[in-house]
Protein backbone atom coordinates (compact mmCIF):
# COMPACT_ATOMS: atom_id res chain seq x y z
CA UNK A 1 0.00 0.00 0.00
CA UNK A 2 3.01 2.19 1.26
CA UNK A 3 4.27 1.49 -2.43
CA UNK A 4 1.34 2.49 -4.35
CA UNK A 5 0.87 5.98 -2.67
CA UNK A 6 4.44 6.63 -3.60
CA UNK A 7 4.10 6.22 -7.10
CA UNK A 8 0.73 8.66 -6.69
CA UNK A 9 2.47 10.99 -5.56
CA UNK A 10 5.29 10.41 -7.71
CA UNK A 11 3.03 11.25 -10.88
CA UNK A 12 1.26 13.82 -9.75
CA UNK A 13 4.68 15.65 -8.84
CA UNK A 14 5.06 14.81 -12.19
CA UNK A 15 2.46 16.16 -13.58
CA UNK A 16 2.87 19.31 -11.63
CA UNK A 17 6.67 19.92 -12.77
CA UNK A 18 5.21 19.31 -16.50
CA UNK A 19 2.18 22.02 -15.86
CA UNK A 20 4.94 24.50 -14.40
CA UNK A 21 7.42 23.73 -17.06
CA UNK A 22 4.43 24.54 -20.16
CA UNK A 23 3.48 27.42 -18.04
CA UNK A 24 7.11 29.33 -17.92
CA UNK A 25 9.94 27.90 -19.58
CA UNK A 26 8.01 25.95 -22.29
CA UNK A 27 5.43 28.58 -22.54
CA UNK A 28 3.94 29.26 -26.13
CA UNK A 29 5.97 33.03 -27.08
CA UNK A 30 3.03 35.52 -28.44
CA UNK A 31 4.44 37.09 -32.27
CA UNK A 32 5.11 41.00 -31.79
CA UNK A 33 3.06 42.41 -34.50
CA UNK A 34 3.05 45.83 -35.91
CA UNK A 35 -0.94 47.18 -36.06
CA UNK A 36 -2.66 50.24 -37.09
CA UNK A 37 -5.96 50.88 -35.91
CA UNK A 38 -8.77 51.16 -38.24
CA UNK A 39 -10.14 55.22 -38.50
CA UNK A 40 -11.50 57.63 -40.72
CA UNK A 41 -9.78 59.98 -43.02
CA UNK A 42 -9.43 60.96 -46.56
CA UNK A 43 -9.08 57.98 -49.18
CA UNK A 44 -8.45 58.87 -53.01
CA UNK A 45 -8.40 56.66 -56.08
CA UNK A 46 -5.35 57.53 -58.13
CA UNK A 47 -3.22 56.06 -61.38
CA UNK A 48 0.65 57.09 -61.43
CA UNK A 49 2.92 57.49 -64.48
CA UNK A 50 4.40 53.99 -65.84
CA UNK A 51 8.04 55.46 -66.20
CA UNK A 52 9.28 58.76 -65.07
CA UNK A 53 7.88 61.91 -66.31
CA UNK A 54 9.67 65.21 -67.55
CA UNK A 55 9.66 68.97 -66.66
CA UNK A 56 9.38 70.51 -69.82
CA UNK A 57 8.88 74.15 -71.45
CA UNK A 58 5.84 74.75 -74.00
CA UNK A 59 8.12 77.58 -75.26
CA UNK A 60 10.98 76.58 -75.90
CA UNK A 61 13.27 77.46 -79.11
CA UNK A 62 16.84 76.13 -79.99
CA UNK A 63 18.09 79.44 -82.55
CA UNK A 64 20.31 79.83 -84.89
CA UNK A 65 21.15 82.49 -87.35
CA UNK A 66 19.48 82.05 -91.01
CA UNK A 67 22.60 82.94 -92.81
CA UNK A 68 26.10 81.69 -91.76
CA UNK A 69 28.95 84.52 -90.53
CA UNK A 70 31.51 85.16 -87.71
CA UNK A 71 30.51 85.82 -84.70
CA UNK A 72 31.04 89.44 -83.44
CA UNK A 73 28.98 89.77 -80.12
CA UNK A 74 27.05 87.88 -77.60
CA UNK A 75 25.61 90.20 -75.34
CA UNK A 76 24.15 87.78 -73.03
CA UNK A 77 24.95 84.78 -70.54
CA UNK A 78 23.28 81.64 -69.85
CA UNK A 79 20.57 82.06 -67.17
CA UNK A 80 20.10 85.99 -68.24
CA UNK A 81 16.78 87.08 -68.96
CA UNK A 82 14.94 88.73 -71.99
CA UNK A 83 12.50 89.86 -73.58
CA UNK A 84 10.88 89.65 -77.12
CA UNK A 85 12.88 91.31 -79.40
CA UNK A 86 15.91 91.44 -77.52
CA UNK A 87 19.49 91.02 -79.14
CA UNK A 88 20.56 87.52 -78.50
CA UNK A 89 23.92 87.10 -81.29
CA UNK A 90 25.49 89.27 -83.79
CA UNK A 91 27.43 88.32 -86.82
CA UNK A 92 30.15 90.45 -88.94
CA UNK A 93 27.78 92.32 -91.19
CA UNK A 94 29.93 94.18 -93.45
CA UNK A 95 28.84 92.97 -96.63
CA UNK A 96 25.85 93.38 -95.71
CA UNK A 97 25.44 97.22 -94.96
CA UNK A 98 27.67 97.54 -97.90
CA UNK A 99 24.67 96.36 -100.55
CA UNK A 100 22.27 98.09 -98.12
CA UNK A 101 24.06 101.27 -98.98
CA UNK A 102 24.73 100.64 -102.45
CA UNK A 103 20.91 99.84 -103.00
CA UNK A 104 20.10 103.27 -101.58
CA UNK A 105 21.98 105.12 -103.85
CA UNK A 106 20.74 102.88 -106.55
CA UNK A 107 17.27 103.96 -105.52
CA UNK A 108 18.17 107.74 -105.16
CA UNK A 109 19.02 107.59 -108.67
CA UNK A 110 16.28 105.86 -110.20
CA UNK A 111 14.17 108.31 -108.25
CA UNK A 112 15.67 111.42 -109.99
CA UNK A 113 15.59 109.82 -112.88
CA UNK A 114 11.52 109.13 -112.46
CA UNK A 115 10.99 112.72 -111.26
CA UNK A 116 12.88 113.89 -114.71
CA UNK A 117 11.10 111.73 -116.99
CA UNK A 118 7.73 112.24 -114.89
CA UNK A 119 8.76 116.05 -115.49
CA UNK A 120 9.09 115.72 -119.12
CA UNK A 121 5.79 114.02 -119.55
CA UNK A 122 4.00 116.76 -117.61
CA UNK A 123 5.98 119.05 -120.24
CA UNK A 124 5.04 116.94 -123.26
CA UNK A 125 1.35 117.17 -121.31
CA UNK A 126 0.83 121.21 -121.75
CA UNK A 127 2.51 121.24 -125.53
CA UNK A 128 0.03 118.49 -126.50
CA UNK A 129 -2.62 120.60 -125.53
CA UNK A 130 -1.81 123.95 -126.78
CA UNK A 131 -1.76 122.49 -130.11
CA UNK A 132 -4.71 121.15 -129.70
CA UNK A 133 -5.91 124.51 -129.60
CA UNK A 134 -4.50 125.52 -132.74
CA UNK A 135 -5.50 122.76 -134.31
CA UNK A 136 -8.87 123.45 -133.12
CA UNK A 137 -8.28 126.96 -135.21
CA UNK A 138 -6.45 125.19 -138.22
CA UNK A 139 -3.62 126.93 -137.48
CA UNK A 140 -1.37 124.12 -137.45
CA UNK A 141 -1.44 120.92 -139.61
CA UNK A 142 -3.21 117.29 -138.22
CA UNK A 143 0.52 116.15 -138.93
CA UNK A 144 2.01 118.11 -136.44
CA UNK A 145 -1.04 117.30 -133.87
CA UNK A 146 -0.57 113.64 -134.05
CA UNK A 147 3.21 113.83 -133.60
CA UNK A 148 3.25 115.85 -130.66
CA UNK A 149 0.25 113.09 -129.03
CA UNK A 150 2.92 110.52 -130.23
CA UNK A 151 5.65 112.78 -128.11
CA UNK A 152 3.14 112.45 -125.42
CA UNK A 153 2.46 109.17 -125.18
CA UNK A 154 6.51 108.49 -125.40
CA UNK A 155 7.17 110.75 -122.58
CA UNK A 156 4.24 108.78 -120.26
CA UNK A 157 5.30 105.97 -121.05
CA UNK A 158 8.65 107.02 -119.93
CA UNK A 159 7.77 107.83 -116.34
CA UNK A 160 5.71 104.57 -116.17
CA UNK A 161 9.10 103.17 -116.59
CA UNK A 162 11.24 105.24 -114.34
CA UNK A 163 8.38 104.35 -111.94
CA UNK A 164 8.31 100.64 -112.19
CA UNK A 165 12.73 101.05 -111.77
CA UNK A 166 12.05 102.75 -108.52
CA UNK A 167 9.89 100.38 -106.72
CA UNK A 168 12.12 98.11 -108.31
CA UNK A 169 15.17 99.39 -106.34
CA UNK A 170 13.05 100.06 -103.28
CA UNK A 171 12.45 96.04 -103.25
CA UNK A 172 15.83 95.58 -103.64
CA UNK A 173 17.25 98.03 -100.70
CA UNK A 174 14.02 95.81 -98.50
CA UNK A 175 15.78 92.55 -99.54
CA UNK A 176 19.04 94.08 -98.48
CA UNK A 177 17.57 95.54 -95.17
CA UNK A 178 15.98 92.26 -94.56
CA UNK A 179 19.34 90.88 -94.96
CA UNK A 180 21.23 92.67 -92.68
CA UNK A 181 18.47 92.36 -90.16
CA UNK A 182 19.04 88.26 -90.17
CA UNK A 183 23.04 89.30 -89.64
CA UNK A 184 21.59 89.54 -85.57
CA UNK A 185 19.53 87.24 -83.92
CA UNK A 186 16.31 88.57 -81.67
CA UNK A 187 14.61 86.67 -79.03
CA UNK A 188 11.15 85.35 -80.37
CA UNK A 189 9.44 85.43 -77.40
CA UNK A 190 10.10 86.01 -73.27
CA UNK A 191 12.19 84.05 -71.59
CA UNK A 192 15.61 83.07 -70.18
CA UNK A 193 18.68 82.17 -71.98
CA UNK A 194 19.13 78.13 -71.29
CA UNK A 195 22.19 77.11 -72.98
CA UNK A 196 24.76 78.97 -75.71
CA UNK A 197 27.21 76.99 -77.47
CA UNK A 198 29.08 79.90 -79.08
CA UNK A 199 31.47 82.29 -78.62
CA UNK A 200 33.05 85.61 -80.44
CA UNK A 201 35.05 84.82 -83.20
CA UNK A 202 33.36 81.66 -84.44
CA UNK A 203 31.91 81.07 -87.30
CA UNK A 204 27.98 79.39 -87.55
CA UNK A 205 26.41 78.18 -90.47
CA UNK A 206 22.71 77.84 -91.22
CA UNK A 207 21.33 73.87 -91.62
CA UNK A 208 21.06 72.51 -94.67
CA UNK A 209 18.26 70.80 -96.18
CA UNK A 210 17.53 67.50 -94.01
CA UNK A 211 20.86 68.13 -92.16
CA UNK A 212 20.30 69.21 -88.97
CA UNK A 213 23.21 71.17 -87.27
CA UNK A 214 23.72 72.04 -83.79
CA UNK A 215 21.89 75.25 -82.18
CA UNK A 216 23.80 78.22 -81.19
CA UNK A 217 21.71 79.39 -78.58
CA UNK A 218 18.51 77.22 -76.37
CA UNK A 219 16.16 79.98 -74.82
CA UNK A 220 12.73 78.96 -72.70
CA UNK A 221 9.45 80.71 -71.26
CA UNK A 222 10.06 79.50 -67.76
CA UNK A 223 6.84 80.70 -67.40
CA UNK A 224 5.78 77.95 -69.69
CA UNK A 225 6.61 74.55 -67.60
CA UNK A 226 4.43 72.09 -67.47
CA UNK A 227 4.68 68.21 -66.49
CA UNK A 228 4.87 65.06 -69.39
CA UNK A 229 4.14 62.25 -67.80
CA UNK A 230 3.41 58.49 -69.39
CA UNK A 231 0.66 56.78 -68.21
CA UNK A 232 -0.01 53.16 -68.65
CA UNK A 233 -2.47 52.24 -71.47
CA UNK A 234 -5.24 50.32 -69.44
CA UNK A 235 -5.95 53.94 -67.56
CA UNK A 236 -6.73 55.82 -70.60
CA UNK A 237 -10.31 55.79 -69.87
CA UNK A 238 -10.05 57.08 -67.04
CA UNK A 239 -8.20 60.30 -67.15
CA UNK A 240 -9.80 63.49 -67.99
CA UNK A 241 -8.26 66.98 -68.44
CA UNK A 242 -9.33 69.08 -65.69
CA UNK A 243 -8.87 65.86 -62.69
CA UNK A 244 -6.56 67.22 -59.98
CA UNK A 245 -3.04 65.65 -59.88
CA UNK A 246 -0.16 65.67 -57.59
CA UNK A 247 3.45 65.94 -58.94
CA UNK A 248 7.01 65.14 -57.22
CA UNK A 249 9.91 66.32 -58.26
CA UNK A 250 13.28 64.77 -57.99
CA UNK A 251 15.23 67.55 -57.23
CA UNK A 252 12.47 68.67 -54.34
CA UNK A 253 12.08 65.42 -52.37
CA UNK A 254 9.73 64.96 -49.67
CA UNK A 255 7.47 67.56 -51.09
CA UNK A 256 4.43 67.20 -53.35
CA UNK A 257 2.93 70.17 -55.54
CA UNK A 258 -0.80 70.30 -56.69
CA UNK A 259 -1.61 70.72 -60.27
CA UNK A 260 -4.24 69.95 -62.73
CA UNK A 261 -3.73 67.56 -66.09
CA UNK A 262 -4.06 69.49 -68.69
CA UNK A 263 -4.01 67.38 -71.81
CA UNK A 264 -3.96 63.65 -72.88
CA UNK A 265 -2.50 62.63 -76.46
CA UNK A 266 -4.76 61.49 -79.15
CA UNK A 267 -2.89 58.54 -79.05
CA UNK A 268 -1.20 55.84 -77.41
CA UNK A 269 2.57 55.47 -78.08
CA UNK A 270 3.59 52.27 -78.98
CA UNK A 271 7.21 51.89 -78.89
CA UNK A 272 9.29 48.53 -78.94
CA UNK A 273 10.68 46.80 -75.82
CA UNK A 274 8.27 49.57 -74.01
CA UNK A 275 5.02 49.61 -72.79
CA UNK A 276 2.15 51.24 -74.55
CA UNK A 277 1.46 54.54 -72.73
CA UNK A 278 -0.71 57.54 -72.66
CA UNK A 279 1.53 61.34 -72.06
CA UNK A 280 -0.62 63.29 -70.50
CA UNK A 281 0.84 67.18 -69.50
CA UNK A 282 0.17 68.50 -65.85
CA UNK A 283 0.29 72.28 -65.11
CA UNK A 284 1.47 73.17 -61.89
CA UNK A 285 -0.63 75.49 -59.26
CA UNK A 286 2.40 77.10 -57.53
CA UNK A 287 3.66 79.52 -60.34
CA UNK A 288 6.04 80.84 -58.16
CA UNK A 289 7.70 77.25 -57.66
CA UNK A 290 6.99 76.57 -61.04
CA UNK A 291 9.81 79.41 -62.29
CA UNK A 292 12.13 77.81 -60.06
CA UNK A 293 12.22 74.35 -61.75
CA UNK A 294 14.60 72.98 -64.35
CA UNK A 295 13.10 71.37 -67.78
CA UNK A 296 14.85 67.83 -67.81
CA UNK A 297 14.09 67.76 -64.56
CA UNK A 298 12.67 63.99 -63.48
CA UNK A 299 9.30 64.17 -62.17
CA UNK A 300 6.36 61.97 -61.07
CA UNK A 301 2.30 62.19 -61.64
CA UNK A 302 -0.34 60.78 -59.60
CA UNK A 303 -3.85 61.60 -61.43
CA UNK A 304 -6.48 61.77 -58.68
CA UNK A 305 -9.51 60.11 -60.33
CA UNK A 306 -12.02 60.31 -57.13
CA UNK A 307 -11.39 60.85 -53.83
CA UNK A 308 -14.00 60.62 -50.32
CA UNK A 309 -13.04 62.87 -47.56
CA UNK A 310 -14.38 61.05 -44.68
CA UNK A 311 -13.88 57.13 -45.48
CA UNK A 312 -13.42 54.09 -43.03
CA UNK A 313 -10.15 53.10 -43.88
CA UNK A 314 -6.45 50.99 -43.32
CA UNK A 315 -3.05 51.26 -44.74
CA UNK A 316 -3.24 49.42 -47.71
CA UNK A 317 0.07 47.42 -47.29
CA UNK A 318 -2.47 45.50 -44.43
CA UNK A 319 -4.22 44.19 -47.35
CA UNK A 320 -3.48 40.15 -48.04
CA UNK A 321 -4.61 38.33 -50.78
CA UNK A 322 -7.97 37.96 -51.93
CA UNK A 323 -9.01 41.18 -50.01
CA UNK A 324 -8.33 39.76 -45.78
CA UNK A 325 -6.73 41.36 -43.31
CA UNK A 326 -5.44 40.35 -40.09
CA UNK A 327 -7.31 41.79 -36.99
CA UNK A 328 -5.49 41.98 -33.59
CA UNK A 329 -8.31 40.38 -31.38
CA UNK A 330 -7.35 40.24 -27.66
CA UNK A 331 -4.61 37.99 -27.81
CA UNK A 332 -4.61 36.13 -30.97
CA UNK A 333 -4.81 36.84 -34.74
CA UNK A 334 -7.92 36.70 -36.81
CA UNK A 335 -8.33 36.43 -40.52
CA UNK A 336 -11.12 38.57 -41.88
CA UNK A 337 -12.76 39.29 -45.15
CA UNK A 338 -13.14 42.64 -46.10
CA UNK A 339 -15.32 44.41 -48.60
CA UNK A 340 -12.74 47.59 -50.20
CA UNK A 341 -13.29 50.38 -51.73
CA UNK A 342 -11.70 53.28 -53.37
CA UNK A 343 -7.62 52.41 -52.55
CA UNK A 344 -4.41 53.98 -53.51
CA UNK A 345 -0.38 53.05 -52.31
CA UNK A 346 -1.17 54.85 -48.71
CA UNK A 347 -4.47 53.48 -47.77
CA UNK A 348 -7.49 51.56 -48.52
CA UNK A 349 -11.72 52.25 -47.91
CA UNK A 350 -13.30 49.22 -46.08
CA UNK A 351 -16.75 49.69 -46.80
CA UNK A 352 -17.53 46.04 -44.30
CA UNK A 353 -16.22 43.79 -42.36
CA UNK A 354 -14.27 46.12 -39.59
CA UNK A 355 -15.30 48.66 -37.41
CA UNK A 356 -13.03 51.85 -36.43
CA UNK A 357 -11.22 51.47 -33.41
CA UNK A 358 -9.85 47.89 -34.40
CA UNK A 359 -6.52 46.84 -34.97
CA UNK A 360 -5.20 45.54 -38.39
CA UNK A 361 -1.74 43.54 -38.43
CA UNK A 362 0.54 45.90 -41.19
CA UNK A 363 4.14 43.83 -40.87
CA UNK A 364 3.54 40.44 -42.69
CA UNK A 365 6.34 39.76 -44.23
CA UNK A 366 7.04 36.87 -41.47
CA UNK A 367 5.89 33.55 -42.01
CA UNK A 368 4.59 33.14 -38.21
CA UNK A 369 2.60 36.22 -38.70
CA UNK A 370 -0.38 33.97 -39.68
CA UNK A 371 -4.25 33.64 -38.90
CA UNK A 372 -4.80 31.87 -34.95
CA UNK A 373 -1.28 32.60 -33.62
CA UNK A 374 -0.73 34.01 -30.38
CA UNK A 375 0.66 38.07 -31.14
CA UNK A 376 0.76 40.83 -29.25
CA UNK A 377 1.12 44.64 -30.50
CA UNK A 378 4.70 45.92 -30.79
CA UNK A 379 5.38 47.47 -27.86
CA UNK A 380 2.60 46.47 -26.13
CA UNK A 381 1.43 43.59 -23.28
CA UNK A 382 1.29 39.74 -24.38
Known amino acids: MRG ?21 LFKQQPVEVEVAEVGRGPVEQTVTNSRAGTVKARQRAKLSPEIGGQVVAVPLREGDRVKR ?43 LERIRRLAGEE ?28 ARAEAAVELARTELDKMVLRAPFDGVVAEISTEVGEW ?18 PESIYVSAPMDEVDSARIQPGQPAR ?14 VERIAPYVLDLELQNRTLEIEVSLDDAEFV ?23 IPTQSLMEGDSVLVLAGERLEQREVATGLRNWD ?36
Open 204 to 221: TTPSPPALPVPAVLDLLD
Open 291 to 313: ATLLPGTSADVEVILEARDDALR
Open 347 to 382: YTEIRSGLEAGERVVVSLDRAEVKAGALARAAGGEA
Open 4 to 24: WRGRVLLAAALVAVVFVLRAT
Open 139 to 166: IVSADLLDGVESAKQTADAGCQAAGSNV
Open 247 to 260: VTVDSHRGRSFAGR
Open 85 to 127: GDVLLRLEDSVQRARLRLAERELQALEAERRRACLAAERAGRE
